[in-house]
T-cell receptor
Framework: DGGITQSPKYLFRKEGQNVTLSCEQNLNHDAMYWYRQDPGQGLRLIYYSQIVNDFQKGDIAEGYSVSREKKESFPLTVTSAQKNPTAFYLC?????????????FGPGTRLTVT | LAKTTQPISMDSYEGQEVNITCSHNNIATNDYITWYQQFPSQGPRFIIQGYKTKVTNEVASLFIPADRKSSTLSLPRVSLSDTAVYYCLVGEGRDDKIIFGKGTRLHILP
């Protein structure tokens, strides 16, 4: 089955620790994205990558870092500099077919920092 | 990127047709209009995308007037399982920065 996997589903960390969220896709998509969602809110873009070894900041990149060493993988590190890291994190990839761009989302990782 | 405005929430009843309108007054010539559906604790799911007039698939219809300053997502004969948040996005339809707003929280009542 093709799709996007994120692991783990739930993650708990102590304040001051860096934590890395995994995102893997086997859809052969070039573009990948990380979003953050807070309760009752929409998605906010953290980082996105259109191609391997290249990525751009989204609207709320401060306190986060990413890498894109392989087409299939786009891990997100939540650093201790992120002031309010507890949230639901969603990874996505996208393809363009017949002029239509469609994003595919993973199941998400719920991060709790105490 | 064009900004979108949608109602924060809507209620409807099972079996009804639901229309959710999105305003995008600053839509650019190259922008497409895309709608996503999100259930709690899941990632959004693509519903439909269009550029002008009307687009229909097995899930929904999308109506876009000639000036393209708004669009309407139409869900025929909704069921309880259509309770979700619906997002309207406007962009150039390329593989680049894709921005979500706050969406419309649709609640279907029995």
């Amino acid at each position: 089955d093709g799709g996007i996997t994120q692991s783990p589903k739930y993650l708990f960390r102590k304040e001051g620790q860096n934590v890395t969220l995994s995102c893997e896709q086997n859809l052969n998509h070039d573009a990948m994205y990380w979003y953050r969602q807070d309760p009752g809110q929409g998605l906010r873009l953290i980082y996105y990558s259109q191609i391997v070894n290249d990525f751009q900041k989204g609207d709320i990149a401060e306190g986060y870092s990413v890498s894109r060493e392989k087409k299939e993988s786009f891990p997100l590190t939540v650093t201790s500099a992120q002031k309010n890291p507890t949230a639901f994190y969603l990874c996505a990839s996208s393809t363009k077919l017949a002029g239509v761009v469609e994003q595919y989302f993973g199941p998400g990782t719920r991060l709790t920092v105490t | 990127l064009a900004k979108t405005t949608q109602p924060i929430s809507m209620d409807s009843y099972e079996g009804q047709e639901v229309n959710i309108t999105c305003s995008h007054n600053n839509i650019a010539t190259n922008d497409y209009i895309t709608w996503y559906q999100q259930f709690p604790s899941q990632g959004p799911r693509f519903i439909i995308q269009g550029y002008k007039t009307k687009v229909t698939n097995e899930v929904a219809s999308l109506f876009i007037p000639a000036d393209r300053k708004s669009s309407t997502l139409s869900l025929p004969r909704v069921s309880l399982s259509d309770t979700a948040v619906y997002y309207c996005l406007v962009g150039e339809g390329r593989d680049d920065k894709i921005i979500f707003g706050k969406g419309t929280r649709l609640h279907i009542l029995p």
